[in-house]
């Protein structure tokens, strides 16, 4: 459910692999996957092409046995109604999303038991209608959000595996997604408010100590909402955000840069509102909030 970036990228891996899988899609990028096929063009894969079935109306996918959602956040309630006709009572739907309220809201629509965490460590986008550039990474880690081990978490990773997804299922899934929040909140407020690649966020003083001020608030929004995250999550994101190719910026930025929405409530927008509730405050991600609100729903004016 929603074929860009992620779910096209791994969607297309397990289409390769033998799986049956449906690509929802919308526009010219849903015509092209139609008449061309869906094409990757992968730093690690190399370059293929899947044809799959391919639809604007999730309803004719029929009953799955796996969902991955992969829409933007600010659609998953509207993505969550449009596949009520093919959740089943054993189907799975796991979401892939940036933020971490979104299972809540799956849930509430499709039912509890069928929602599963889950965290994409990868960059993929549109290159064109029909084509999907993935630049950099390509794991995904994921688990019951109760951390039970389950007949069909492992279904899943066996699948994953199959397709040479590198796929890890968790126990721990929640502290997995706000460890996951932390870094990619911070690494798309940053790229996206300097308008710069992290090679040079990290090398300029003032910009590492406005990431690592963001990585500390986070953290204390986190242990307030009974997170229990490692005492040295914050070193360890900074520590990973070293490793990256000086080139990476986010998909926040990507989008801002192209004058799409922008996934600034689910991110920077629920922690600080998060923060105003619990009583943490939060001054660094609101000025990165409040900077780029005018851009949320696309270039201004």
Request: some cysteine; overall charge negative; charged content about 20%.
């Amino acid at each position: 459910m929603g074929s860009g970036g992620v779910g096209g990228y791994f969607g297309a891996k397990l289409a390769r692999a033998g799986e049956d899988v449906a690509f929802v899609a919308r526009g010219a990028h849903l015509e092209a996957i139609r008449a061309h096929g869906l094409t990757i063009k992968s730093t690690t894969d190399g370059d293929f092409v899947v044809q799959s079935h391919a639809t604007g109306d999730p309803a004719s996918a029929g009953i799955t046995d796996l969902v991955l959602f992969c829409v933007k956040s600010y659609d998953t309630e509207a993505a969550a109604e449009a596949i009520r006709p093919v959740v089943g009572p054993e189907t799975a739907v796991l979401s892939l999303q940036n933020g971490v309220d979104n299972e809540e809201k799956i849930a509430r629509i499709v039912g509890p038991g069928h929602v599963l965490g889950g965290v994409a460590y990868v960059f993929a986008t549109i290159e064109s209608p029909g084509t999907i550039v993935h630049s950099l990474g390509g794991r995904i880690v994921f688990g019951e959000l109760d951390g039970a081990d389950t007949l069909r978490a492992r279904r899943i990773l066996e699948a994953f595996q199959r397709a040479g997804i590198r796929a890890e299922r968790s126990p721990r899934i929640e502290r997995v997604l706000w460890e996951k929040y932390l870094f990619i909140t911070a690494q798309a407020g940053m790229t996206a408010l300097t308008r710069c690649p992290v090679g040079l966020i990290r090398s300029m003083p003032e910009t590492r100590r406005m990431y690592r001020l963001l990585l500390e608030e986070l953290a204390a929004v986190a242990k307030a909402a009974g997170i229990e995250l490692p005492p040295q999550t914050v070193d360890d994101v900074l520590a990973d955000a070293d490793k990256l190719a000086p080139s990476v910026t986010s998909s926040l930025h990507h989008d801002l840069i192209h004058g799409r929405r922008l996934e600034l409530e689910a991110l920077q927008g629920h922690a600080v509102r998060l923060g105003e509730q619990l009583g943490v405050p939060t001054p660094t991600l609101f000025s990165v909030y409040a900077a780029l609100r005018p851009h949320r729903d696309g270039t201004p004016g």
